[in-house]
């Protein structure tokens, strides 16, 4: 496979008990001068109280496997290095400008080269996040499976007898919305209305795609509103970003080769993504291909041409939205837009110029939710207490919807609020925007309007 | 009692969850705030975290019984070692115990437990219209204990004075491991004042378990100036001469050319990069007062050379521009991998040829020095920049500071204006302290603490509480021939 075929390439070193690839940085390693600055942002510090649970800590550990005086595969560093959210807090207020994020993910691609693992469990992980999401047509293929459960009345009789909570699949279940609609295939479609003045090109990621399909059509049609020809080029995969944050460099490295490829045909226009998690994620590609000599400049390029919807939008004036959106709304930031991408003024700035909706914050808006790509998933009881806080927070503000850019964040939001019996829906701004417009009906009478005077003036 | 025994002993008091032993988790309580190099490492045999002041109490029992040595600890932010547990011994961790337990608006308190995180038991206030006046630049992290202990300050004390002007009484875990209360809630309390004595004592007296601490109320009207300046020198005399005209500014504060240049790239604050030095000076209070003496400010500053003035009055700009000066010192880890910051105070008018002075042993040791420092009140925060991997920078650095430190004390000035002396500048004690003096603080230990469990290692020279002072002035001997233990 094509993973193997590569592993040779990238350039492997020696620090203290760090060894082969993918070793952190010593450089980025020593910038921190462990002020202590970062600890009360820091979601599994603030529930521990503990100095290993917090962004200084588990620094201090890392120097300590660099010095050659703490083990790699000591237990509490393996479980330090896996219990981080990798939600960025930390790298976004530390004062001497900690890269944090590149070293702990350095640090969980050691533990996953040098760890003994049961073969059953690497045979789990590598269906469980190597297999669907090395192909985006094997991820399409589970959901579509999935939306038949979810119909086919399979999922009422399976809720009745609580297979689901015996299999502790309960919440996991409900994390996802019901998927009605179609998944949206690369290269079938685009917006474009008459006006349009730039292009840009949709990132379809794999979640976004197959289990929100509608959000990334939403992005299609406001971005349409707004002046932009919008295309979703063919043979664009998984950002790779859950395989960055389990350690699975080289995996994530396929896929990034891919996705440069997939947008290297279209010119230097900006490839808009609507998911912070992958946002973040490629906009780091160049880091992650650092060393492939093949790669190194084209991933550069790619990564200065990757924007987030809100960055995107924000960067002009709205075209103004047609109908007001009465609602009050609260916004919680994803981890991977506030902090990795450094972007939390665009949306509120886009929210403000809805007509009718009024924005009000919770306390704590930027800290991690739970989700973390698929912590919640693998480590439920600190991503619980965080996702109940989270709740909390939005709850007091009394808003009638929470506002959020990221669909793992999305999930864990809606599990949280199932525990708490709270019934407040989840949106992704990009919908609420849509809502403003219209949505899909004045979209298509839009469309309409501009074939028709397209055809008047071939006629004329 | 052998390791796992004491583990499980201290199991029994705070539960599984709240006590460390893992050699991994112990290793990252080796530090603290201060600076590599400054202050040694040291691993302690445990970790506990107690919730309630009772668990405090009982780790205090327990530790008498098998003697081992209690270092209380905050947030960990502190620049002079102090909670670094140098003799080894129990590491009590506060940071469970951090609730705001009452705000008393008519009497302008709150009752808190040690582990509340500075800043936010001002957020926390504010919507009653208050504020904790001490605003360590580490406010963002640092703990009301770690305050308390310490006696901290930041910019906003000359006009609000220290953490010791704010606490009023103070509920204490004393070395033998009764709880008492010390102070009380109203302004006079007779007998000895413990809880000044308290404050300050750097986590070698008592374990602060709870703190009632006064609360000040916003000021009406907020107005922050930036006045640049193309050199240090012009700045200073601006300084001395709004002093000197009566105005008591919120803050008034000073910046090099040098922090600039780590400060301005990072958070677009908007000080010049090629001014000299900036002040950034405060003033709150009535809107026609702050108007008034804002412009009276803007006059001198003009009027010694200032070349940008700028007022702020919006919320969103004031906080920009003092993101740069509270960032200023972690910062710096931007122009190099250490620094070591000095903390000493000299009197107001002997700021210029401190300052001098401090560029001369910058040129004589080849050690960029950046200055950034609370010029209202002569606290000096000279930085060391140097790399601890190069052979003979730490040398140079000690050595430097050892030159600046004297200095200091020869103008008449103090060793520590906020950071404490910890481990890290107990060698300097002599310099400022005669025999005498250092035996009366050492008696004030012994009356608490005879058996010296609480934070051994800190403030009083090596080997000296336990030894006698003909020790301590043959060090003090040594140390004027050039000699001087760190
Ligand atoms: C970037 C930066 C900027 C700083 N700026 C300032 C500044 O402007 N002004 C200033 O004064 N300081 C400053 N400091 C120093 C430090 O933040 C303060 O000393 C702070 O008060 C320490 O609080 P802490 O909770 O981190 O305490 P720690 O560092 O954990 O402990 C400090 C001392 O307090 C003792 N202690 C802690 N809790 C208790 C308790 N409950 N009972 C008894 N003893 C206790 C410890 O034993 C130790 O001796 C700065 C530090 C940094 C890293
Ligand atoms: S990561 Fe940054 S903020 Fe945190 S301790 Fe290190 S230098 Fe300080
Ligand atoms: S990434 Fe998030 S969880 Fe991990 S250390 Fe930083 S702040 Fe903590």
Redesign the interface.
Known sequence: MVVEAKLTEATTRNLGNFSGLDVPDDTLLRACVHCGMCLPSCPTYRLTGQEASSPRGRLWMMRAVADGRLELLDPSFDEQMYQCLNCRACEAVCPSGVHYGPLVEASRAQLEQHRPRPVWQRAARRAGLAWPFADIRRLRTMVNALRLYQRSGLAKVARRLGILQALRLADLEAMLPPISAAPLVAGKERWELRDAEHSAHLFNGCVMSTVFPEVNRATGRVLALNRYAVDVPTGQQCCGALHVHSGMMEEARVLARRNIEAFETTADEPIVVNAAGCGAALKEYDFLLKDDPDYAERARRFTARVRDITELLAAHPLEQPRQPVNRTVTFQEPCHLAHAQRISVQPRSLLGQVEGLRLVEMRESSLCCGSAGIYNVIRRRMADDLGDRKVKHALATGADEIVTANPGCAMQLRTSLRRSGATLPVRHIVEVLDEAYGGLDAHRTLVKEANEKGEQRRSD | MNRSELVRELERIVGAAGV?S????L???E???S??GAVETASPSA?V?PTTTAQVAAVVKLANKVQLPVVPRG???GLSGGAVAQAGGIIL?L??M?AVLDVDPIDRTALVEP?V?NL?LSEFTRGNGFFFAPDPS?Q???TIGGNVAENSGGPHCLKYGVTTNHVLALEIVLPDGSVVWTGNSGDGAPGYDLTAALVGSEGMLGIVTKALVRLTPVPPVTSVMLAAFPEMDAASHAVTSIIGAGILPAALEMMDNLTIQAVEP?YHAGYPMDAGAVLLIELDGAAAEVEETSAEIERLCLEHGSTLFKNATEAAERELLWKGRK?A??????LA???YLHDTVVPRTKLPPTLARVHEISEEYDLPIANVFHAGDGNLHPLMLFDRRRVGDVERVLEASHHLIEHCVSVGGALSGEHGIGSEKRGYMTLVYTGEDLAAMAGVKRAFDAELRFNPEKMFPKGYVCGEVRGLRAQAAMQKHGIYPM
Request: aromatic residues 8%; proline residues 5%.
């Open positions: 460390l893992e050699p991994a988790d290793l990252v309580y530090y603290d705030g600076v590599d970790v975290l947030a960990g932010t961790a940071t469970r951090d582990g995180i936010e580490s963002k992290a640092c990072a960032m010192l972690a910062a710096m880890g931007r991998p250490n620094y």
